[in-house]
Structure formats: structure tokens, C-alpha cells
T-cell receptor, first 114, second 114 residues
Framework: AQSVAQPEDQVNVAEGNPLTVKCTYS??????LFWYVQYPNRGLQFLLK??????LVKGSYGFEAEFNKSQTSFHLKKPSALVSDSALYFC????????????FGAGTTVTVRA | NAGVTQTPKFQVLKTGQSMTLQCAQD?????MSWYRQDPGMGLRLIHY???????DQGEVPNGYNVSRSTTEDFPLRLLSAAPSQTSVYFC?????????????FGQGTRLTVV
């Protein structure tokens, strides 16, 4: 069965510093991996995805993520965080063709202080 | 393009009442799903569907029923509401073709069961 772990409930960084949000996964095949962001009282917005190809993927708002197959990780990164990046971040995985459902981690709350 | 539309946005139910949360998408997506979001629990999958006439259970299906008679609609039925079903509910849809597109989310339904 597929699963996603986000080992940190909260990440706190100062504005201008690098931001990393960690995600590890478990699948039986080759994963499709996704990052989403949720602002208060809003739905989820897609940030980026890894399907195949280059291990470093770039997404919206200056975010990027690196797929590491040997470590089964897909950490989200931003070189210079902004106060407006403060939100709840979710990692998600799909395991086609074994399993088409989309499974989410528990989420990581990011707070960027000015 | 409307995307994914959920109704209602807010609902208060009494214990034992039944209701249906509506979800519709206009993107011709094969995959549709329902999640509930509770503090510290992330997004937990209730039910999902990979096409009209096909549904399957997720992590937390008890107390909920779904059907998929058309590609566009995926209603979630609460059979006999319980306080434990107080939550925010999200509907999501995506393509399942090669490339595995990201899921699009509705704005959510905040349900309170008293």
C-alpha cells in the first residue's frame, strides 16, 4: 500500500532564508509525486509534480522539489522564503498502474517570520 | 471553466440526519474523490472513482456512500450523521492518463454535526 510521511508538523524560518519541507513516500512501483499548498480557509492549490525525467522539478511561486529514488524522498524547497509563503503544505503520491488513488501526508505548517 | 464545484459551502446537521454533498467537474476527468480534513490528520481519503460506474473505498469510508453515474458528478452521502463526521470535506478530480496530471480541488464544505 502506498503512503506518504511528512516528518515535521511545523517549520519556522526567517524571511529571506532557505525553506525546506520534507516528504518521504512508500510505493510498490514508480511514484507520481505532488506538492500542494493550502492557505487559511481555502482549498488546495497545486505547486508542482514529479512524473518522470529530471529529478529536480520547478513549480509555482519559486518552489522546487528534488526526487530522490534511493532515499524515497521528495523534499520541497525555496531558496528565499517570503512571509506570504506561510501556509499548510501537503505532499501526495500516486502509484500507477498499481493504485490510482491519491494519498496525502499529514501536512506541514510553514511560518515565515519577517 | 468552472473546475470543481462543491455545494454547499457550510452545513449544520443534527445527529442522525442524512444529507448529500454535491461535487461536479467540467474537465472530463476520469478520477474523482472525496477527502475529509481534520486538524493534524491531513487529508484522509473517503471514497474515490476512476470512471463512471466505478467506485472504491479509501481510508475512512464508514458512514459514507458514493455513486458515479456520470463522468461529471460524484455526490457524497452521509447516511446517518454523527458528531465524529464534523469536518471539512474536499472533492478533487484529475486525469489518469499518462503524465498523471495534478488533482483539482473544490473549495470545501464545512460540516458540523450537533
Amino acid at each position: 500500500a502506498q503512503s506518504v510521511a511528512q516528518p515535521e508538523d511545523q517549520v519556522n524560518v526567517a524571511e529571506g532564508n532557505p525553506l525546506t519541507v520534507k516528504c518521504t513516500y512508500s510505493v510498490s512501483g514508480n511514484p507520481y509525486l505532488f506538492w500542494y499548498v493550502q492557505y487559511p480557509n481555502r482549498g488546495l492549490q497545486f505547486l508542482l509534480k514529479y512524473i518522470t525525467g529530471d529529478n529536480l522539478v520547478k513549480g509555482s511561486y519559486g518552489f522546487e522539489a528534488e526526487f530522490n529514488k534511493s532515499q524515497t524522498s521528495f523534499h520541497l524547497k525555496k531558496p528565499s522564503a517570503l512571509v506570504s509563503d506561510s501556509a499548510l503544505y501537503f505532499c501526495a503520491v500516486r502509484d500507477p498502474p498499481n493504485d490510482y488513488k491519491l494519498s496525502f501526508g499529514a501536512g506541514t505548517t510553514v511560518t515565515v517570520r519577517a | 471553466n468552472a473546475g470543481v464545484t462543491q455545494t454547499p459551502k457550510f452545513q449544520v446537521l443534527k445527529t442522525g440526519q442524512s444529507m448529500t454533498l454535491q461535487c461536479a467537474q467540467d474537465m472530463n476527468h476520469e478520477y474523482m474523490s472525496w477527502y475529509r480534513q481534520d486538524p493534524g490528520m491531513g487529508l484522509r481519503l473517503i471514497h474515490y472513482s476512476v470512471g463512471a460506474g466505478i467506485t472504491d473505498q479509501g481510508e475512512v469510508p464508514n458512514g459514507y456512500n458514493v455513486s458515479r453515474s456520470t463522468t461529471e458528478d460524484f455526490p457524497l452521502r452521509l447516511l446517518s450523521a454523527a458528531p465524529s463526521q464534523t469536518s471539512v470535506y474536499f472533492c478533487a478530480s484529475s486525469y489518469l492518463g499518462q503524465g498523471g496530471t495534478e488533482a483539482f480541488f473544490g473549495q470545501g464544505t464545512r460540516l458540523t454535526v450537533v
